[in-house]
């Protein structure tokens, strides 16, 4: 059998095995819930696994799923970590990065035809600093506003003639309105900076160096390492720079301050603190879901 | 019921066994998921739909032929294909990080979202992901077997964002949970149990009769005709 072929038949295996694993997962939770359907079950492990992975930033990510109050919860029981010095600092960009993805995601369903007009609108109004998603859905099911003031609102957000986040030089069409967030104004000087320091594929620079005045162009692959530090700098502003300095993507380990608080959960498991880089580990008292935040890029408009 | 506490930090070499604690937990700790569980809106149902124009580009692929055995060893060992030289990532985190930049971007969720809907199950997305980015040369293979559950879980977090009814496997989605069938015959015989129990004639008195079942015409008529119904053929009669 050719090596390829072996590949493919060891990842049909994984994945086989996950499948089963999965729907282990979902008689594990029924056995604890009974009498619901396994269908949500299997969303409550969806929403709970997002979490875990991407280590609270899916709260912004999935704004509809991590909205929920499992989801909350478990956002929440990471709070100890932000508590930690140095890495409460820190954890705004990868709020961000997860808002971002989550704008990326809900433009994507919308695009798609899945997701509704006025969930959209409820998200264009929160974007632009209004009310909150969850709050306006509130509102809808209370029936103290209805979904077309909820969508008139949130068009007239986008025209500009809105009320609240009118300032900004960004006017997306109708219809793309939450990519808003994917957007950042650079000055020309700024825009040059970027253009001359190499850090960007020359594609990218080159549309940099001829664009004038401010950058009106979708952010661009948020995981992305390029121009990381130039971004903490001059997008997030002084206060929320990286007190580490910028070293390569990944390269850091946290320090054996930070280490001490997760020595317990480690051992509990029987996880040599070690391995914790080495191994894929999962949960909210894992070094991933505290790793994240530090190191998690910034969302760059380029 | 109100959170009583904050959960309690999990940790484990296994997605779906730190989710499952997770979940778990937060449910001991008093957390609602009456707001997953009472969600009653449509979803959309993947369905795989058969078009000759992706029968004709299967075709076309397969009757390419595929790589003469030993083909690898013949190229230039100074260009080395992307996989065969050390991978971007070694670390599968940031590899994991890397594959979600790729995929949480609006082209890439539009695409396994109309993937989805047409019947494609989350293993073979994830395959296809992961594959291609092997090839691509971020990380070993070792890495890409690692980071198939969370991919996958990914995968299914956005279909669930999207409200789509996915399959996880090839066609799981028709199958029949074989423990909601278990369920539903126990359930049944249960039921039949207490229908033989309640006609059991020792436990049967007059009291418990429901009244109105014939109606008062057919009872008459009984009553009427009642001396002339035989009686049973085995009953001892008058001798």
Redesign the interface.
């Given at each position: 059998m050719?090596?390829f072929k072996s590949?493919?038949k060891?990842?049909?295996k994984?994945?086989?095995g996950?499948?089963k694993?999965?729907?282990?997962?979902v008689?594990?939770?029924?056995k604890?819930?009974k009498k619901?359907?396994?269908?949500?079950i299997?969303?409550?492990?969806?929403?709970?696994?997002?979490v875990?992975?991407?280590g609270g930033a899916?709260l912004g990510?999935?704004?509809?799923?991590a909205s929920?109050?499992?989801g909350s919860?478990?956002v929440?029981?990471g709070?100890?970590v932000s508590n930690l010095p140095v890495v409460g600092t820190l954890t705004k960009p990868f709020q961000a990065m997860g808002s971002f993805?989550g704008e990326?995601?809900?433009?994507?369903?919308a695009?798609?035809g899945?997701?509704k007009d006025v969930d959209m609108a409820a998200k264009t109004i929160a974007n632009a600093g209004g009310q909150t998603f969850t709050a306006t859905k509130a509102a809808l099911e209370a029936g103290t506003i209805t979904s077309e003031t909820v969508i008139s609102q949130a068009n007239a957000l986008v025209s500009g003639t809105g009320s609240i986040g009118t300032t900004g030089t960004l006017a997306p069409k109708t219809g793309q309105f939450i990519?808003r967030k994917g957007y950042e104004t650079l000055t020309k000087e700024q825009l040059a900076e970027i253009g001359s320091k190499e850090l960007l594929p020359s594609s990218i620079a080159k549309t940099v160096g001829s664009a004038a005045g401010s950058l009106v162009a979708p952010a661009v692959?948020?995981?992305?390492e390029i121009a990381k530090g130039y971004a903490m700098g001059k997008i997030l502003g002084p206060d929320e720079q990286d007190p580490r300095g910028s070293a390569g993507?990944?390269a850091e380990e946290e320090r054996q301050s930070q280490m001490d608080a997760l020595q317990?959960?480690?051992n509990?498991?029987g996880?040599d603190i070690g391995d914790a880089?080495?191994?894929?580990?999962?949960?909210?008292?894992?070094v991933?879901y505290l790793?994240?935040i530090p190191?998690?890029p910034d969302p760059l408009a380029i | 019921m109100a959170?009583k506490r904050?959960?309690?930090?999990?940790?484990?070499?296994?997605?779906?066994?730190?989710?499952?604690?997770?979940?778990?937990d937060?449910?001991d700790?008093g957390?609602?998921?009456?707001?997953?569980?009472n969600d009653d809106t449509p979803k959309?149902r993947g369905q795989k739909e058969l078009s000759e124009e992706a029968l004709n580009e299967l075709v076309s692929l397969k009757s390419k032929g595929s790589?003469i055995?030993g083909q690898?060893l013949t190229t230039d060992p100074e260009a080395p294909y992307p996989w065969e030289q050390p991978p971007k990532?070694a670390?599968?985190?940031?590899a994991?990080?890397?594959i979600?930049?790729?995929i949480?971007?609006?082209?890439?969720?539009?695409h396994i979202?109309?993937s989805l809907?047409k019947g494609t199950s989350v293993?073979?997305l994830?395959?296809v992901i992961?594959?291609s980015k092997?090839l691509e040369g971020s990380f070993n293979?070792d890495s890409?077997?690692?980071?198939?559950?969370?991919l996958?879980?990914?995968i299914?977090?956005?279909?669930?964002?999207?409200?789509?009814?996915y399959n996880?496997?090839d066609g799981?989605l028709d199958e029949e949970?074989p423990?909601?069938i278990e369920g539903k015959i126990k359930e049944l015989n249960t039921a039949f149990e207490s229908i033989k129990q309640g006609v059991n004639p020792q436990t049967m008195t007059k009291d418990k009769l429901q009244t109105g079942a014939l109606p008062q015409n057919l009872l008459d008529k009984i009553k009427e005709k009642g001396p002339e119904i035989r009686e049973s053929l085995l009953s001892k009669g008058d001798e």
């Open positions: 050719g090596f590949i493919k060891a990842f049909k994984i994945t086989k996950v499948s694993v999965i729907k282990k997962g008689k594990a939770v029924k604890v819930v619901i359907s396994s269908s949500k299997l969303r409550t492990l969806a929403i709970a696994a997002a875990v992975v991407t899916a990510a999935f704004p509809g799923l929920t109050q499992i919860a478990i929440n029981a709070t100890w993805a990326t995601l809900y433009s994507a369903g695009r798609a899945l997701i990519e692959g948020f995981g992305k993507f990944g317990v959960a480690y509990n498991t996880i880089y080495a191994n894929m580990s999962f949960g909210t008292g894992d991933g790793s994240n190191k998690g | 959170q904050l959960l309690k930090p999990t940790l484990s070499t296994n997605l779906t066994e730190a989710t499952v604690q997770t979940i778990t937060a449910l700790a957390v609602s998921i009456d707001d997953i569980i959309f790589a055995p690898s990532f670390n599968p985190r940031e994991l990080q890397d979600l930049a790729s949480l971007t609006p082209d890439a969720v539009e979202l109309a809907l293993s073979d994830a395959m992961l594959y092997y293979v890409m077997l690692l980071l198939a559950e969370p996958m879980y990914m299914m977090a956005i279909a669930e964002e999207a409200n789509i009814a996880i496997e799981d949970d423990e909601e």
